[in-house]
């Protein structure tokens, strides 16, 4: 039990997948202009991640490591997470029509985010068993909600803000961004 | 030899695995949409503006399907659009009027008078809460910040001085600097319309003249010269009812002011 708090823990904020990993920045910078599309972002990221890791973990573990064809993680991965994504858009718009409306367009992006990719490597570099997986999947994206919702209500509250005419727009995010990873290296010694 | 094929049959095996079970979940997940919805949302314009009041081109779409949305409803598209989706609806348009935003003041710099030199935010809606409601001696009027620019999407409307003017030909009447303008000097008019009131002072006569050469002074005759009972004072400022209209021009011959275009 400690030692799933400690990965879920460890995932989310002292290896943030965003601001410590450099994973998932796509969205990071897209997603985040208004607080509550980052969260709608967010939450559609943490079902994403959470699932993939259980599927691809059981798809390492039982076809992949018997076979001993591991050098075909990425590939097998990116081909489950795409379906997998579909699937759930599917499920999704067929009976919980609301949530769907609600996540709109970020789902199928997913498809293509890195982050999901990066949580399932990272569990089989950590060689985590497939409860391990789940969890530092769900602390990862944890992680990546953490960090975007951030960014977005900063961005929201330097909106107004006088900035110097060659730093508005995304110079003054990535900058931002920037220092959000410097503050987030102060959870390194945490574990 | 035999890694090779162990690889290829493994990931094609799971690639056809997965594409078997989309497609029976794809089936099974099968959502009835109703077939008018694509093919209204593919007649509209697709700008997202939201002047219709929905949220994006396929909430409007999703509206006039399930009928509680007239099939004029987008003011983008005007009636060439209107029309198509009466087709595919098959109902009647119901003769949409192509629409366009329109100023109503003339205020500009050498007409209107200066109460005081204004320094600050330049944003109308900042502007219109200083006492006095700006530089401009008029409160009704143009205070010619761009709130109204910075809403178009669409690079229709435009300060020229020191007063709002709209581009006829690139306006979509989405409406969006109908709300922006915090005085409410802007209206969606008939895009034939040929005679408007550039005015919207509702100070009296003496007070508009004090205060600004282009303004509507509120002497009505207008009314008495209208035969088609199409204009009336509005509190002291004359308002043309576009459907009564028939932009014979009589108004705007006799407007002692030269305020009715």
């Known amino acids: 039990m400690k030692e799933l708090i400690l990965v879920i823990v460890g995932a989310a904020l002292v290896n943030n997948i965003i601001l410590s990993q450099f994973q998932g920045l796509c969205p990071f910078l897209g997603v985040s202009k208004k607080t509550d599309t980052a969260a709608g972002m967010g939450a559609a990221v943490i079902f994403v991640i959470t699932l993939a890791s259980f599927v691809t973990s059981i798809i390492y573990k039982l076809v992949l490591v018997p076979l001993d064809i591991t050098y075909l993680q990425t590939i097998a991965f990116i081909l489950v997470i795409a379906a997998l994504v579909q699937f759930v858009e599917m499920f999704l718009k067929k009976s919980m029509p609301s949530l769907y409306q609600a996540l709109g367009v970020f789902l199928p992006l997913i498809t293509t985010n890195c982050a999901v990719l990066g949580a399932a490597l990272t569990n089989v570099q950590k060689e985590y068993n497939i409860l391990f997986s789940v969890f530092n999947g769900l602390g990862t994206a944890i992680g990546f909600t953490l960090a975007i919702v951030l960014l977005a209500s900063i961005r929201e509250s330097i909106e107004d803000n006088d900035i110097p005419v060659n730093f508005k727009g995304s110079p003054i995010v990535l900058i931002t961004s920037g220092l959000m990873a410097i503050a987030f290296m102060g959870f390194a010694g945490l574990i | ?261």
């Open chain 2, 1 to 261: 030899m035999m890694g090779l094929l162990l690889a290829a049959g493994v990931i094609g095996a799971i690639g056809i695995i997965i594409g078997v079970l989309l497609g029976v979940a794809s089936e099974k997940f099968k959502v009835e949409v109703d077939e008018r919805e694509i093919l209204v949302r593919a007649e509209l314009p697709g700008n997202n503006c939201g002047g219709c009041g929905f949220p994006g081109c396929d909430g409007l779409a999703n509206a006039i399907a399930a009928g509680t949305a007239p099939v004029s409803g987008c003011p983008v598209g005007g009636p060439v659009v209107a029309e198509k989706i009466a087709a595919i609806m098959g109902v009647e348009s119901g003769g949409a009027v192509k629409k366009v935003a329109f100023v109503k003041c003339k205020g500009t710099c050498d007409k209107t008078r200066v109460q005081y030199n204004y320094f600050g935010m330049d944003d109308c809606r900042k502007v219109s809460v200083v006492p006095g409601g700006g530089e401009k001696a008029c409160v009704y009027g143009c205070m010619g910040y761009g709130s109204c620019v910075k809403a178009c999407e669409f690079d229709a409307i435009h300060v020229v001085d020191g007063v709002a003017v709209v581009d006829k030909e690139k306006c979509v009447a989405c409406g969006k600097c109908v709300q922006a303008c915090p005085n409410h000097l802007i209206e969606l008019v008939p895009y034939d319309a040929k005679h408007l009131v550039q005015c919207s002072s509702h100070d009296k006569g003496k007070d508009v003249k004090a205060k600004c050469d282009a303004g509507c002074i509120g002497c009505t005759l207008c009314t008495k010269q209208c035969e088609f009972d199409a204009i009336h004072m509005d509190n002291n400022v004359a308002v043309i009812d576009y459907e009564k209209c028939t932009n014979c021009g009589k108004c705007a011959q006799k407007c002692p002011v030269k305020v009715i275009l």
